[in-house]
């Protein structure tokens, strides 16, 4: 059973992702602020966190870097009333995985856990197997049996997290926030690039497609 640190300041908010965590057999562990969530980490394991932003003592943001600066590399995910751009683009430069805006859908809140939790399990084995397919996240490599190929860091990244999270659309802004790290040098257009190349080296790929969603942005689908 995975526990799930749920850091809340609002009490009846904190009772119901308890009672929808019980419900899909999720531990969860309950939090008032960041700082009573530091405590609860020292004492005991927890493999994901769900936070919201606007708390007292010791907001979402500022928990997050604290875990980031120390090392602690758990999931995240935000779930928060602050919805602008700007929100969400601070939250995954300082080390959120995901970020979900309330109200929440709480079936969707579920998939996005289970998501981030075979993620994290991948990250921690450094590699990622679909079909006959092998991405080795230590050397960028990709293995196929037609054999191995390095492929540069960010084309690697982006293959990695489409394939983390089959059939999941990925919107262009989405992608970049998390891959390019909003360098000011880059815009979207440089996502459609990499999805071009990663298209021309494994257009005969037995295991996956990627999946161009009109108006959305792209998800890699599984033919196995």
Same mark, same amino acid.
């Given at each position: ?36 969530a ?36 758990l ?8 919805e ?15 970020? $979900?805006?309330?109200?929440? /859908? *709480? ?5 996005? @856990?289970?998501? %981030?939790?075979?993620?994290? &399990? ?29 492929l ?29 790290? $909003?360098e000011?040098?880059? /815009? *979207? ?5 990499? @999805?071009?190349? %990663?298209?021309?080296?494994? &257009?005969?790929?037995?295991d ?17």
């Amino acid at each position: 059973m995975f526990n799930i640190l749920v850091v809340e300041d609002n009490a009846n908010t904190r009772k119901l992702m308890e009672a929808v965590l019980t419900q899909h057999g999720y531990q969860p562990i309950l939090a008032s602020d960041g700082l009573e969530a530091l405590d609860v980490l020292d004492r005991k394991h927890v493999d994901l966190i769900v936070l919201d932003i606007m708390m007292p003592r010791m907001d979402g943001y500022e928990f997050t870097q604290t875990l980031r600066e120390s090392g602690c590399e758990l999931p995240i995910l935000m779930v928060t009333a602050k919805e602008k751009p700007a929100d969400k683009h601070r939250g995954f430069i300082i080390g959120t995985d995901d970020y $979900m805006v309330k109200p929440v /859908d *709480e079936e969707e809140m579920i998939l996005r @856990i289970a998501a %981030l939790l075979r993620r994290s &399990r991948i990250v921690n084995e450094h590699k990622l197997t679909v079909g006959q397919t092998v991405l080795d996240y230590d050397a960028l490599s990709v293995t196929t049996p037609e054999g191995e190929r390095t492929l540069p860091k960010k084309e690697f990244m982006l293959l990695f997290k489409l394939l983390s999270y089959p059939n999941k659309i990925f919107t262009r802004r989405q992608l970049m926030d998390e891959i390019w790290d $909003m360098e000011s040098e880059t /815009d *979207e257009r440089t996502v459609d690039v990499h @999805i071009n190349r %990663l298209r021309d080296h494994f &257009r005969e790929s037995p295991d996956f497609e990627i999946v161009t969603v009109r108006g959305l942005g792209y998800k890699a689908v599984r033919k196995d």
